[in-house]
Structures are given as structure tokens and as C-alpha cells.
């Protein structure tokens, strides 16, 4: 044993307080900077958490050959009173050992998805603990928590506290529960100071709706505290292909990180750490990193000073490798994309794309687009869905990767118009853009917006060009026949006034010369007043045009 | 006697024009009950349409069409109007009497069924189509009772019946005679002419001070301003005149380019109105002045002088290029020398020379000595 320096205890005392100072300090960038914030987070770590837990158990149970369930998830806000509301969510997951309740809700940090490189929606937030911390610091109530592991268990209700100092949870109780309706799942309860607002780009309503559109394979219930009952339908009854943890390729790899996975690992050498653990990185490739790091192979991991992680570093970012895998990424699919927007939306003409896989910093990821047009979208209400690892955006839009890709658009080229000083067009469009990595680079802590590195605006605008292309090809066969309806409605509108002057001008019955006017016109645009009747049924109808795909990855 | 003629005369024309109209009609409904496009072909009343006749020494229209059709989207609106207008054409010369531009245009506009558009909204939308339809029936919109705006006045030893009032315009004070619109035999006949020659002068307080200053008697003439322009009733009176009782014309404008012009208007006919030059043109009229070698003849001080602006200089160079300036030597060196002077004289500014300078010095010296440009 080392003696312990000033400065470690420092640390340490600065340790013991740091997570209720943090939390207090920090709300803002965990999401809890405002009331009407503070309610979606809330909303949002239980929802995120949940379809993480669905999914995880569906692929599961479908490897082993066994029934599974799609998701199903119900979100419920009570209104307590005054400015207090019980946020409810519950899922039909495969439910949480009554053993680490209390680890996985009451200990900040805790849980599965740190240091993972895998897709999966649980990067994005700090976690459900923060929300049931803010629960308790403005109310004081405990959160609710009752889970069901299997059919022929019963259900347990536990009651818990945030131990703040001692980072744990507190169990007021803890008992077993019999009205749970569900064969598996979780509830949790979290009741809160918050304020609500029923609709709007950042109401709870948007995003379970955006929620719904980006996990077609999801049924949201959403119940507001006037107890209104809304349905977000699947839009599809496919369980997507479940995503693949890999390991680090070294373009992506930080100091941190690389100092961390050195100290833990159990290889014996430098070398069969690089090659085994890292992606993509052969004998022959970490030989040469090595030479050029001037380290031995042969060293053992735990004798690399820091100096010579920062040398190693710099020629693992720099080395000729193969491309980091990417069947680790899981989309949400044109086809699915598709049905859920225009199930949501009611739009004419929708389109989407999936791009292949790309690689930013050592990070492979996918970007995802799709355009919904006209129908029931408002002339000018144009909206922009920014999703990221098939959660939505709802905050910090005008730094997202997304918006700046959409706002820097030629969208005039394809016959869309957009004034240059708005960041959308002037259209009656609805933007969709999934951004779905092992790693998806936010701007901040808040996890709100997609960080700007060219080759993600560079994909984003690949995807939306191929979908624009698409739709502008409609939007000109629309208009075309428009137009030529325009024409023959010149001709329709000024024929009863030329009927009239010409029964004047060679005195001839007027109903006669009208009657001739309507046999002409009849005659020689018959067909192109029908084709108009046509699109105004359209119209009043909107069904979505293009034929939607079967999403293929249950097939595999 | 005379006035039966008159009116059996009038009665043919209107058959005539009436039968023209009603053809107009019935081919549009011809072409309908084809299922073709109906169109008709209206004269281009525009420069390039327009040419100089050596042998008459006017302008004329030439051949050019454009034709308008109905199912064209441009043109659907404008085929509509035409006929609209002609119809009301029709149902004016059957009335007999005269009607004005304006009221035309109330006649003509009206709402179009099921939507908020109107068949006119503003006159001058109207009145081309009008010119559009003298075109086509190659007449007078006078001819079929319409009236144009009346400007023209006119004083001198001239009798004339006007619709069967005779009027002595030598009789009329300072106000002189109004010329109306229609000038035509059957509304306007001369009964008894004193007078030698005609004197058109450019402005209305030209004449004002002629008139005043009984020029007419002295010079046995008579005197005649169209107020700038002329309208149209205005150059047909002066053309009737001077070609009925033989009367030479000479004309008194500013010294500018605009006044020149208002010379060859009168002279040769405009533009817009080529077609109405065989009726209304005066080729022997002669221009007196104001005129460059007047300047230093007369001393016309250096102060009465306005200097020439750009638009001035642009419709130089427009008129000295049109055909029938282009020939002429004497006024081609007429418009180098005044862009080289670069300034402008008005009528008025020779009040500066003698209040009655102008009618004892200035414009019988003129007279006397041949001193014009033809």
C-alpha cells in the first residue's frame, strides 16, 4: 500500500459530495434545466429504457426459438396537484430481478450499457436514476417500481430512496404485488415537479408520436392527465435484427478509453491486446503500430506508461486499416419508415432511403431519410424529425448535423421550394432523418444534437438528394397536370361570356352557342378534366403513393 | 336633299360594317362547330409593320397579322374580349348613336360566371382591342360610332353645318371651334371657305394669341391646334380641309424633337395609327419653324434657351432613323444641328422678341420668304 497524496484526498472528499452537487449543478445539461424539461427527460429515460429492454428480450427469446412480444409500452401522466404529476411507464419487457432493483434504479452509473460499443438508445440519456433523483429532491416522494420476471412469479413492488451520499438505493418497501397485468414487464413510477403541455415540437405527446414513427415495431399508449387516450399503432409486426456489440476499431479510439481497456485487460502482451481486443487489427498491422509507437509486442499491457499510450494512440489513429464492421448497425428501414409516417401523417406521396453503412472517426454509422409530402401537411408546415439511434430530437435543433444538412439543401432543384432565409422549405413536407452508430456524436452532454462532422452532413444530404429526386419527379407530374388543368379551366371560365357575345355578334340563340361550347370543350379536353376530377379525389382522399415495402430483416 | 344623301349614305356604311362584324362571328362558330381553335388575325400595329408609301407620302400598314385564338392560354382571355367588344360594336352602330371610349368600356365590362374576375377591369385595357377590331374590319372606330377624346380647336373665315348647325368660325370670340370627334361627311360639311391656307400651330396659347391678334384675317388663313398631339378627330378635320377646299397647311412648333414629330404626324401619320393614314395624312403640309437658321435670323437670347435632356437626344436618334426622315438631307442636317446646339426654343419664348412679334414679324416673314422644310 502507497501512501495517499493530498491530492487523492481531495479526490476522495470531493468524490462523497459530487454526485447530489453534480446533479445540482448540472441539471441543465442531464435535461432537467426547466419544469416543462425536466417531465420529457423523465419521459424519456423510462420509454428509452424500456424499448432497449423489449428488444433485448424479443431477440433473445426469438434466438432461443421461443414466443416473444413485441413491445408495447404505456406512458401515463397524472396530474398529482399543483405543479406535481406521477409520470407512469410501462413496458412488457422481460422485467428486473427484484435482487438489483435497487442497483439498477438507484445507483447512478450502474448498468449494462456503459463501455459498450453496441447501438442502442440508453447512450443518449444519464439515465432513469437522474429522473427518479429530481423526483425526490422536488417532491421527496419515493419512485415506484414493480416488475414481474415470469409468468408464474408473482410481481414485486419496491419502493425506493436515493441514498445521495452513499450513491444507493434506500427500499421503503418492498412486497409482493398482485394486480400486474402483464406475463413479464416493469413499471416505474416517478412523481415529480413539472409543468405540462399538451402539444407542440417539445410536448411529451411529439415525442411518443416521434417516438412511435422511428419503432414502427412499437405500440406507444399514451394517456394525458386529462385522461385523454392516445394510440400510437405498430406500423409494422417486425422485430428489427437485433444489434451486434464490437469492439473499438483504433481510428475512433480516445486516450481515455484506451488507457482504460490497457489497465483492464487480462492479455498478456501489447500485441494480442491490439489484435484481439480492438476491431480490424491483424498481427502484421499491430507489429508495425508497435514498431512505430517504439513499444516491445511483447510488453505487458499493465507496464505502458501514459506517454506511450499517447505515441500508440497517435499511430493507431493514423494506421492503414480495414474499414470497422458494420453489421453492428441496425436501421429502422425504408419500408417500416415509410407505413409509420404515413399512418402518422396522412400524406400524399412519402419516400425514404436507407444509406450504406459509413465510418466517421473509427465510428461506423448509418443515416436513414425520408420525405412525406402534401395530404394532410399543412401548406407550411414543414417539420424536421431528427431521430438518433431511433430516439427522437426534440431540443437544440439549430446545432444538429440534421437541421444544418436540411437547411443547406438545394431544395429549389428539385422543384421543392424553400426560401433562402428559412431553415425548412416552404412546403407542406415532413423531414425524417435517423442517424443509428455504435457511437453517435453529440454536441454536448445533453445529448440533444448531432455534433457537425462533414462526412455525417455529407451522408445526411446523400440521403435526402436521393429522396428529393424522388419526389420532385412526382412534384412535376402533379403539377404538370395541374397545369394542363389550369389551362382548359381558362377556357372552361371565359366560354360562357364568348357563347354570349357570339349569339350577340351574329345574332344565334345563346343557349345554342353555349351548348356548342361545352360539346367543344367536352370534346377536345375531355380527358384531361377527368384526370383532374381524379387528383382532386386523390387529394381529398391522400393516400401515400408509393408502394410500401416489406421490411426483409425478420427474414434472415 | 343634301340631308337624305347624307343619311342613305351613313345607312350603307353601317349595313357594311354590321355585315363585317356579324362575319367575324360566324366564322369563330364555324371553326367551333369544327372542334377547331378559333382564331382571327389582327393587323401588327407596331414599327415593323409600318412602312413608308413613296406614292401616297404616308405611312401605311403593311400585311402583318398576329393571330388570336381561343385555346391558347394567353390569348383565351383577350379572344374573349375581342368578341365581347365587337358585339358591343355591333349593338352600337345599330343604335345609331355615338357613344365615347369610356363608355364602351362600361358597355363591355361585366363579370365572368363563377368566378371574381371581370371581362375589363380598366379602359385601357379596352381601347387596343377597339384599334385590334379597326383593324380587322380595315375602318374607323368613328365610322362605327365611337367616339375618341376631343381636343383640336380652330378660328378663321371658315362656314361649316355641324349635324345640321352652321357655324361660322369666325364668329366663335376667343374660344374658337371645338373639333369633335367625328369629323366625317354627314356630321361635319363646309359650306363656305374665305380663307387661303391653314396655319396648325403646336400649342393652345399660340393659337390663343393669333387668334387675339386676328391673325387670320390679316393672312387670310385659318388657324388650327391639336394642343401637342393631335387627336384624331383632329388631323381627319385638317386633312378634309386641306384636301376639299385646297387649302396648303403650314405648321409652328417648338424647336425640339417632339415637336418635330408633331409635324410628321400631322404630315404622314403615327405608328399606331398607320391605318388611318390615307384618310388623315397631309403630305404637302410644310414645316415654317421653330427652326435652327432661325435661331441666329431672329437672335433669340441665350437665356430663353432649355438644354436637351436624354430623353431628348434618345428620340432624336429614334425619329432621324425612321424611313421617311431618313431620306430627307434637309432634316437630317436639321437634327445634327440641333443635338450639336443641344438646347431648346418653345413657341412661347419669341413673346420675348415683341409681344406681336410672331404675327407681324415672325410668321408672315416666314411665309413670304418660302422659309420652311417640307
Known sequence: MVDKSVADDLADKHKSISITEFFEKNRHLLGFDSKLKSMLTCVKEAVDNSLDACEENASELKKRKKEFELPEILVRVDLVGGEVYKIIVEDNGPGISPTVIANVFGKMLYGSKFHRLKQGRGQQGIGIHAAILYGQLTTGKPARIISRTAKDKPAQLIELLIDIKNNQAKIVKNEEYAKFSKDTGTRVEVTLEGSYRGTGDKSIYEYLRRTSISNPHAKITFIDPEGKMTVFKRATETLPAETKEIKPHPWGLELGVLTRMIEDTKKNSIQSFLTEELSKVGVLNAKQILEKAKIDPKRRPDTIKTEEAVELIKELQKADLQRPPTDCLSPVGDGAIQKSLKSEYHPEYIVATTRPPNVYRGYPFQIEAALAYGGDIPENGAQVLRVANKVPLLYESGACSITISVSEMDWKRYGIPKNSGSAVPNAPIIIFVHMCSIWVPFTSESKAAIANYPIIIKEIKLALQECARQLGVFIKRKMKIKRDAQRVNTFIKYGDVLAGALAVLSRKDEKDMKKMMNEVLEKKYGDVMKKKEEIMKEEAKAPAKKIVEEDKSDEE | ?374
Open chain 2, 1 to 374: 336633299m343634301k340631308d337624305k344623301e347624307q343619311i342613305n349614305l351613313k345607312f350603307q356604311k353601317n349595313k357594311e360594317l354590321t355585315e363585317k362584324l356579324v362575319n367575324i362571328g360566324n366564322n369563330v362558330i364555324a371553326q367551333l362547330k369544327e372542334f377547331q381553335n378559333p382564331a382571327v388575325n389582327i393587323p401588327v400595329r407596331t414599327l415593323s409593320n409600318v412602312y413608308f408609301d413613296d406614292k401616297a407620302r404616308s405611312l401605311r400598314l403593311g400585311n402583318a397579322t398576329s393571330e388570336r385564338s381561343y385555346f391558347n392560354l394567353s390569348q383565351a382571355k383577350s379572344f374573349m374580349q375581342t368578341m365581347l367588344v365587337a358585339s358591343k360594336l355591333r349593338e352600337v352602330i345599330e343604335r345609331g348613336s355615338a357613344v365615347g371610349l369610356r363608355q364602351l368600356f362600361y358597355l363591355s365590362k361585366g363579370g365572368i360566371p363563377g368566378t371574381k374576375e371581370n371581362t375589363f377591369d380598366l379602359q385601357k385595357e379596352c381601347d387596343p382591342i377597339v384599334e385590334d377590331i379597326e383593324g380587322v374590319l380595315k375602318c374607323l372606330r368613328e365610322e362605327m360610332g365611337v367616339e375618341a377624346e376631343r381636343k383640336g380647336i380652330l378660328c378663321g373665315e371658315l362656314k361649316l353645318l355641324d349635324t345640321g348647325d352652321e357655324i361660322d368660325c369666325s364668329q366663335l370670340g376667343s374660344s374658337g371651334y371645338g373639333i369633335p370627334s367625328i369629323v366625317e361627311k354627314g356630321t361635319i360639311d363646309f359650306t363656305d371657305c374665305k380663307a387661303e391656307s391653314i396655319l396648325v400651330v403646336e400649342k393652345a396659347q399660340t393659337w390663343s394669341t393669333l387668334n387675339h391678334d386676328k391673325f387670320w384675317k390679316k393672312n387670310k388663313c385659318l388657324i388650327l391646334t391639336g394642343k401637342g398631339q393631335p387627336a384624331r378627330g383632329d388631323r381627319r378635320m385638317l386633312a378634309r380641309l386641306h384636301r376639299e377646299l385646297d387649302l396648303p397647311v403650314y405648321i409652328f412648333t417648338d424647336m425640339d424633337i417632339w415637336g418635330y414629330y408633331i409635324y410628321s404626324v400631322y404630315k404622314q401619320g403615327s405608328i399606331n395609327l398607320a391605318h388611318f393614314s390615307a384618310n388623315a395624312a397631309v403630305p404637302d403640309a410644310k414645316f415654317l419653324g421653330f427652326k435652327m437658321s432661325d435661331v441666329d435670323k431672329y437672335k433669340i437670347p441665350k437665356e430663353h434657351l432649355i438644354p436637351m435632356n436624354k430623353g431628348d437626344y434618345k428620340r432624336i436618334e429614334e425619329i432621324s432613323n425612321y424611313d421617311w426622315f431618313k431620306e430627307k438631307k434637309e432634316w437630317q442636317k436639321e437634327f445634327k444641328e440641333l443635338i450639336k446646339f443641344s438646347n431648346k426654343i418653345e413657341q412661347d419664348a419669341l413673346v420675348g422678341k415683341g409681344l406681336d412679334f410672331m404675327s407681324k414679324t415672325y410668321l408672315p416673314e416666314k411665309i413670304q420668304n418660302r422659309d420652311w422644310i417640307e
